[in-house]
């Protein structure tokens, strides 16, 4: 019994060790970000990291197929009413959820940030809708999301529903290089704020 014990100690010992090595490894490329962006190329890191001044922004191919595409656009439309999208932001016009209508993108203008917080999710609200929802409707829902904010989409309306006239993306959409901090933020993520 006492052999017995020392094998399951020593196996379980290596497996911890092995563990150990795989996390340093992580922890390097977390240290890293350039590296990260290199090996993970769909990752956005959002400049909401301390001492990240604006967002490091990778391009995925989907996005392609969603520039100057109506039926993405519409059909992105209809499928943010039927898994309910409305309940938290009422056809675009804010309620529980943030209003997607304006020009303010709490994590990130772009369609790779917008899908991004689909799938992950966000804190306090949005849940994740990663493996929940195919990615060809996810991201058909982030072209109509993006496109709600647009001057021609917001020029079409003419009834008191939001967003029932949505404009396809252009190609210019994609200029935007990511999050940025707000001119009137109080601290801009690259400063120390010190208390009394």
Known sequence: MCSRFLIETAVISLLALSGCS???ASLSRAQNPASAQNSTPDVIDSALDPGVDHSL???DPHVA???????????GMRLFAQYNCNGCHSNGGGGMGPDL???EW???????????????GRPNGMPSWGGKIPDEQIWQITAYVRSMSLPATLAAQNGP????TPAALPRDIEQDAGWAAPDDATNHYTTT????
């Open 193 to 196: 704020v010190k208390g009394p």
């Open 101 to 103: 209508m304006d020009d």
């Open 65 to 75: 197929g969603l520039l100057e595409n109506p039926a993405a656009v519409q059909t």
């Open 22 to 24: 795989q996390g340093t």
């Open 161 to 164: 529903t939001p967003s029932q």
């Open 57 to 59: 922004v990778t391009s």
């Open 106 to 120: 709490i994590y990130g203008g772009r369609l790779e940030q917008i899908h991004q917080t689909i799938v992950q």
